[in-house]
Structure formats: structure tokens, C-alpha cells
């Protein structure tokens, strides 16, 4: 599938904002669906937010109203803002399309006082 990395995650605290960038490789990212899940230690995967090639959008019930997933297929990128982030954000996040078997490193984002 297409490759693709993560970055701009960083701590932040209770209520504060982050933008994580999704970097593709290759010729074919404008056809992907592409996702961000999140994944925190013992915990499943879960998926945060979906953008289909066209820029429709789905996010997950936790985090409706305070994430914003977009992309850019000129310049092969997508992006999650992160608004009014909370504890229970601290994951390790990953951008991918639907059905992936392989991760990539993801970015850690960590809210803390």
C-alpha cells in the first residue's frame, strides 16, 4: 500500500491543540480512503477519524466536534487538528488506509498538566 508517516505530535495540556501531518509516498495517495487511529498501551485500536479521496468525513463519537481530519491531495497529505484535547487523547497515532495490516512508527501525542 501506499507509505506513509506520521509527525507533529508532542505534549500538550487539558484543552489545548495539536495538527498531526500524514506524509504519502507514491502516485496513487489521491485514490486512498485514508485514516487516523489511535492506539494507547493495552488498549484496542481504535479508529479516530476517516476523509474518502473526494474529502467526505467520519469521525468517532469522542472526539466529534473537537477533531478536524482534511487533506491535500496535491501536495499528498492529510491532517488531523486537535482541538480541546483531553487526558483521554494520549495515544500513539497512525494514518492509514482502511484495512492495513502494517504500522508504521506513528506520533505520539501526550496531554498532560
Known amino acids: 500500500q501506499v507509505q506513509l508517516v506520521e509527525s507533529g505530535g508532542g505534549l500538550v495540556q487539558p484543552g489545548g491543540s495539536l495538527r498531526l501531518s500524514c506524509a504519502a509516498s507514491?502516485?496513487?495517495?489521491?485514490?486512498?480512503?485514508i485514516n487516523w487511529y489511535r492506539q494507547a498501551p493495552g488498549k484496542q485500536r481504535e479508529l479516530v477519524a476517516s476523509?474518502?479521496?473526494?474529502?467526505?468525513?467520519n469521525y468517532a463519537d469522542s472526539v466529534k466536534g473537537r477533531f478536524t481530519i482534511s487533506r491535500d491531495n496535491a501536495k499528498k497529505m492529510v491532517y488531523l487538528q486537535m482541538n480541546k484535547l483531553e487526558l483521554e487523547d494520549t495515544a500513539v497515532y497512525h494514518c492509514?488506509?482502511?484495512?492495513?495490516?502494517?504500522w508504521g512508527q506513528g506520533t505520539q501525542v501526550t496531554v498532560s498538566s
Open positions: 507514491g502516485t496513487l495517495f489521491s485514490i486512498y480512503v
Open positions: 492509514s488506509p482502511p484495512g492495513s495490516t502494517s
Open positions: 476523509i474518502t479521496p473526494t474529502g467526505n468525513t
